[in-house]
């Protein structure tokens, strides 16, 4: 058995192609089906099955035009209700994948219909055993329980906690462990590691949910650290029971300078992909920015902040326009439109203008005036663990709601690393308020001389 990863660190994900050298299993693919395409051809292997662990709630889901596409079996839960065919699967069921045998394990938690899934070499009897454990049992934690409803988010910590030790208990101890969520997915909940891999055993003597001999205790610790979560996530399980169909990943035709110009006198959503200081510095009025790479959360905090199924337009290089546009196709925003130029003046050369200042702590500490503000847009845990005296917190996925309620003076805007201070200055910028970016990390702010609340 060869188990070949699938990486989609924009979300904090894995996908799984499993293999006996001539067939293959695919756990959880993403909506570029043409990732795992390319492992399968690369092991030389023929997809026959694909499973989905659970409904997923952070990204659209390619299971089924992969499936189709290859005329292998779709493994859905037979409790889920879909609007497509596909081979009903339930607790205790089992299969072969060439050599491979695959059993079916009921893993209720992150949802009610939540399934894992058993491999294990069914020709070597002393072959390793591997578990896809997709939202429940994560590296160090588990997957959150309060995506269905807010009234099922305890029952459903309970069947989390009983889940994780039935699935502990249906695999060998030396059986790898591969999760879908933990890799900063909002999906994981709790103390989850940064490690790379593991194993049952390890997670056994580790993972709090496993070491916590109180259910009641590991559920009231759970709930307690339940935090906000994107808002495009309430669009995501519909979408895939509905059964996505193939996606188009094509960059569009560059749209025109005339037109672009119309929409961002309309207001619609025109999002800039380039460097957050270069967009700072000068930028197309009334557009906003999401830096792309650089190891950002570009796809969560688009999704989050821009409201669903507006009109959007990607601005920025054809590689830049290229891969943003395959990211949001994975959360279901579909062939945007782009304009594509490596500065404001070659998209749209008779557009309006606007920039406002950036710097590090020292600039705060130089210029603030006594009646600015300084908003802190990082979520409420973070603000609370620590924040700068004085400072207002309103998460940047709030803003756009609740920019009227800061007072007309210059706002000086700060996050954890810059990017969503940068995304929340162009927010403001939009609105015609005088923004200031702090580009710096808040954990140099003491360091700098920023006093911080006790």
């Not at 497509?84 to 699967?89: E, K, M």
């Not at 559920?219 to 669009?235: D, F, G, R, S, W």
């Not at 920039?355 to 503000?373: F, I, M, N, T």
Request: charged share 20%; hydrophobic share 40%; net charge negative.
């Amino acid at each position: 058995m060869d188990v070949v990863v699938i990486e989609t660190p924009q979300l904090g994900d894995r996908s799984y192609l499993v293999h006996d050298g001539s067939l293959a299993l695919v756990i959880d693919p993403q909506r570029d089906i043409d990732r795992v395409e390319a492992a399968a051809a690369a092991a030389g292997v023929r997809i026959t099955h694909v499973a989905e662990t659970h409904l997923h709630n952070d990204y659209v889901t390619g299971g089924l035009a992969l499936a189709e596409k290859h005329g292998a079996a779709y493994l859905v839960n037979a409790a889920d209700h879909v609007s497509f065919a596909r081979t009903p699967v339930s607790d205790g069921d089992a299969f072969l994948v060439g050599r491979l045998s695959v059993r079916v394990v009921a893993t209720p938690g992150h949802t009610h219909t939540h399934l894992a899934y058993v491999v294990r070499d069914a020709v070597d009897d002393g072959g390793t055993e591997a578990v896809f454990s997709g939202g429940s049992l994560l590296y160090g934690s588990v997957g959150r329980t309060d995506l269905v409803a807010p009234d099922h988010t305890e029952a459903l910590a309970h069947a989390q906690y009983s889940s994780v030790r039935k699935l502990v208990a249906a695999a060998t101890p030396e059986a790898s462990l591969y999760p879908t969520h933990g890799f900063g997915s909002f999906c994981s909940i709790g103390p989850a590691s940064h490690q790379e891999s593991s194993t049952m055993a390890e997670q056994s003597a580790h993972n709090h949910a496993l070491t916590d001999p109180s259910e009641e205790h590991f559920v009231a610790e759970l709930l307690e650290n339940i935090t906000a979560y994107p808002a495009y996530y309430a669009h995501m399980s519909p979408l895939n029971a509905a059964g996505p169909a193939a996606v188009h990943l094509d960059v569009p035709a560059s749209v025109e300078a005339a037109e672009l110009s119309r929409r961002l006198h309309a207001g619609e959503w025109v999002v800039d992909l380039r460097h957050r200081v270069a967009f700072a510095e000068d930028h197309l009025q009334g557009s906003v920015a999401f830096e792309y790479g650089n190891g950002s959360n570009f796809t969560s905090y688009l999704g989050w902040v821009i409201p669903w199924n507006q009109p959007l337009t990607l601005l920025g290089s054809h590689a830049d326009v290229e891969k943003a546009i395959r990211d949001l196709a994975r959360i279901g925003i579909e062939s945007p439109d782009a304009a594509v130029g490596l500065s404001p003046g070659m998209l749209a050369p008779r557009a309006p203008r606007s920039s406002y200042p950036h710097g590090d702590w020292s600039l705060l500490l130089k210029e603030r005036a006594q009646d600015d503000v300084v908003l802190d847009v990082r979520r409420r845990e973070e603000f609370k663990a620590s924040h700068v005296q004085d400072a207002v917190n309103i998460p940047v996925y709030e803003l756009p709601t609740r920019i009227t309620e800061l007072p007309e003076t210059r706002i000086w805007v700060h996050c954890a690393t810059g990017y969503r201070a940068s995304v929340a200055a162009s927010l403001l910028d939009r609105a015609g308020r005088d923004a200031v970016l702090i580009d710096a990390r808040f954990k140099d702010a003491a360091g700098a001389g920023i006093k911080l609340a006790p």
